[in-house]
């Protein structure tokens, strides 16, 4: 099982430049490499294969004065890197995307390199730990967690961000496979998510989404602030930065929330069941695409995912059409506008919240698509249409979990 650690570093004002400069040779090499690949098939007629680019490498030393400052194996990476991202233009490009070819890349979109296999280690001097770089420096650390013992160091990556803060990101590797799912899951849960109510379960527990206007509005006085600088001046660069942290601030909290509500239901499920969005799709869409963009759905599903698979919990993705308007109850489908809050069905008379009821429909086509049974009509009781748990997106902050404390206490006094 792979895992990352991020943390964040400390340098000094000299190991920043250090680092700012080692970066930029990254840079210049990728976009030498960029050329030369380009050069290369304009004389061949094809593609230069990656390990051609790296045998390059020593040549280029000669000549190119500060290539020798830099790790040899961070200069592989950096070929590697161009590659990789060859790679994802063709599989677009197979998939009928019409995309185009790599582009120069200046300092501002440069803002990573990594260490692989070798040339980095932990260590601890003076009592701080550190982060010991080959070429470069060693580089106070905050360890703010500890990685496990059994952890095999595969790689780490080193990145600036927009603040101007650096991190490092452990590309971490563990012996241990990961539990496999269970053949008969028992407690099984299908997730709606929407906009005001971020996530509604089918065990009557509706989320709310997380209230980030306060910082919503800083980052709009901080931005007009930002509009009245002289472009370039030292002004502008100070409170280019302040947006720079608006920005981190807001993913942060965001990505806060998303991770403890995953990990939520990951833990407590043997089996969740959610909807394949289509979020870029509906990014496209005129209408209500900047709450789209702020809920981050895609991002809660990748989240939910991968944590599902390293609890032993089955993941169903399952299509979203219908789910809203067929009844949970008798499947019958009606039509309803986005404002219109409750499930009435005219056929049965269920009566449910719009959500409850979708939940509902995902969890049953998700045990469907597993093969472990079609789950039974809930009855109206069941899906609470009035009585619904409604749990404040605080809580899942503060707790991690939106009812994992009522849990335990009715566990405890069974």
């Known amino acids: 099982m792979f895992y990352a650690y991020k943390y964040r570093l400390e340098p000094s004002d000299a190991h920043q430049e250090e680092l700012d400069r080692h970066r930029d040779i990254?840079?210049?090499?990728?976009?030498?490499?960029r050329y030369r690949l380009n050069e290369y098939r304009n004389e061949h007629g094809e593609l230069p294969s990656m390990t051609t680019l790296r045998s390059e490498l020593p040549d280029l030393k000669q000549w190119?004065?500060?290539?020798?400052?830099?790790?040899?194996?961070?200069?592989?990476?950096?070929?590697?890197?161009?590659?990789?991202?060859?790679?994802?233009?063709?599989?677009?490009?197979?998939?009928?995307?019409?995309v185009g070819a790599l582009k120069w890349k200046p300092p501002r979109e440069f803002r990573s390199f990594t260490y692989n296999q070798s040339g980095f280690k932990l260590d601890k001097k003076g009592g701080q730990p550190v982060l010991s770089l080959s070429k470069l420096a060693d580089i106070p650390i905050r360890l703010h967690r500890a990685i496990p013992d059994d952890a095999n160091l595969k790689q780490v990556t080193l990145k600036k961000e927009p603040t101007g803060e650096w991190f490092a990101t452990f590309g971490v590797e563990m012996d241990r496979e990961p539990p496999e799912p269970p053949e008969n899951p028992e407690r099984c849960v299908g997730i709606d998510v929407g906009i005001l109510t971020y996530?509604?379960?089918?065990?009557g527990h509706a989320v709310e989404s997380l209230d980030l206007s306060d910082e919503h509005e800083r980052l709009e006085r901080e931005q007009r602030k930002l509009s009245r600088k002289q472009h370039g001046s030292n002004n502008w660069e100070k409170q280019r930065r302040q947006v720079a942290e608006c920005h981190a601030d807001l993913r942060r909290k965001r990505r806060d929330f998303l991770h403890k509500l995953?990990?939520?239901?990951?833990?407590?499920?043997?089996?969740?069941?959610?909807?394949?969005?289509?979020?870029?799709?509906?990014?496209?869409s005129p209408s209500n695409s900047r709450n789209t963009a702020s809920a981050a759905w895609r991002t809660f599903l990748s989240m939910l995912e991968c944590k599902c698979e390293r609890?032993?919990?089955?993941?169903?993705?399952?299509?979203?059409?219908?789910?809203?308007?067929?009844?949970?109850?008798?499947?019958?489908?009606?039509?309803?506008?986005?404002?219109?809050?409750e499930h009435s069905c005219p056929a049965c008379g269920f009566e449910a919240d719009r959500d409850a009821n979708a939940a509902w429909n995902i969890l049953s086509r998700g045990l469907q698509d597993v093969g472990v049974g079609h789950s039974e009509s809930p009855p109206v009781e069941t899906a609470l249409p009035t009585g619904t748990t409604s749990v404040p997106a605080k809580r899942v902050i503060e707790a991690g979990s939106p009812d994992l404390k009522e849990r335990a206490a009715s566990a405890a006094s069974e």
């Not at 830099?70 to 233009?89: H, I, M, T």
């Not at 996530?199 to 065990?203: C, G, K, L, P, Y």
Request: hydrophobic letters at 35%; proline letters at 2%.
């Open 26 to 33: 990254c840079r210049q090499l990728y976009n030498h490499t």
């Open 64 to 98: 190119w004065d500060g290539l020798s400052d830099v790790y040899s194996k961070v200069l592989q990476a950096v070929v590697e890197r161009l590659f990789d991202n060859l790679s994802s233009l063709s599989a677009l490009k197979e998939n009928g995307y019409s």
């Open 199 to 203: 996530a509604h379960d089918t065990d």
């Open 262 to 284: 995953s990990r939520y239901y990951a833990r407590e499920y043997d089996l969740v069941a959610v909807e394949d969005l289509n979020v870029a799709g509906m990014m496209e």
């Open 311 to 341: 609890e032993g919990t089955h993941f169903v993705a399952v299509t979203p059409r219908g789910t809203t308007k067929e009844c949970a109850s008798c499947g019958v489908e009606t039509d309803k506008p986005l404002w219109v809050r």
